[in-house]
């Protein structure tokens, strides 16, 4: 069965570091999205992404923040300048283009600032 | 500020009984409506995803939408230790691929 597949699954970075988190959607599918999910809240909407571009964006994904497709099968999100709040479960998503919205998300990367 | 309301439980009901899960949203225009499972230190999971009112059924689990009353539901029957978990209902505003906002969730336990 297709899946969405992160690595790393856990990266523990320095305060003011970059981190790149990849993702590999469900191959048929054309709409992108990063998620996150502080310990114990509920989980936010970060992205979307969709023919190359960022179709919507939350208030979180502010300047530090950004997406890139770099070939065909790859999805990233960077943050440029981490800071210890943005310690969380950080999950890819897709969806297909059937008139549907179903997301599929993959397993999560544990992002951990100190 | 598009809102989706669970109670976050947790809900205790005992193994091979019918558990119901509730959830409100704010937004009217609210088209597509997915509950997903979510065991602790997971991804979130698919289970069923409802877009017109009534009930929708897939195996042990049914959906049920009412738009008028910003309502959705989800039951399990036959409920398994194994379903125990927590449930986030999500909610998205347009009727293609777009973002999705998700309840707290609420956390499920099935007892022997």
């Known amino acids: 069965e297709p899946e969405v597949t992160q690595t790393p699954s856990h990266q523990v970075t320095q305060m003011g570091q970059e981190v790149i988190l990849r993702c590999v959607p469900i191959s048929n599918h054309l709409y992108f999205y990063w998620y996150r999910q502080i310990l114990g809240q509920k989980v936010e909407f970060l992205v979307s992404?969709?023919?190359?571009?960022?179709?919507?964006k939350s208030e979180i994904f502010d300047d530090q923040f950004s997406v890139e497709r770099p070939d065909g099968s790859n999805f990233t999100l960077k943050i440029r300048s981490t800071k210890l709040e943005d310690s969380a479960m950080y999950f890819c998503?897709?969806?297909?283009?059937?008139?549907?919205?179903?997301?599929?998300f993959g397993q999560g990367t544990r992002l951990t600032v100190v | 500020q598009k809102e989706v309301e669970q109670n976050s439980g947790p809900l205790s009901v005992p193994e091979g009984a019918i558990a119901s899960l509730n959830c409100t949203y704010s937004?009217?225009?609210?088209?597509?409506f997915f509950w997903y499972r979510q065991y602790s230190g997971k991804s979130p999971e698919l289970i069923m995803s409802i877009y017109s009112n009534g009930d929708k059924e897939d195996g042990r689990f049914t959906a049920q939408l009412n738009k008028a009353s910003q309502y959705v539901s989800l039951l399990i029957r036959d409920s398994q230790p194994s379903d125990s978990a927590t449930y986030l209902c999500?909610?998205?505003?347009?009727?293609?691929?777009?973002?999705?906002?998700f309840g707290t969730g609420t956390r499920l336990q099935v007892t022997l």
């Open positions: 999500a909610v998205c505003h347009t009727g293609t691929a777009s973002k999705l906002t």
């Open positions: 998503a897709s969806s297909g283009l059937d008139g549907a919205s179903e997301a599929f």
């Open positions: 992404f969709y023919n190359n571009e960022i179709s919507e």
């Open positions: 937004d009217r225009v609210s088209q597509s």
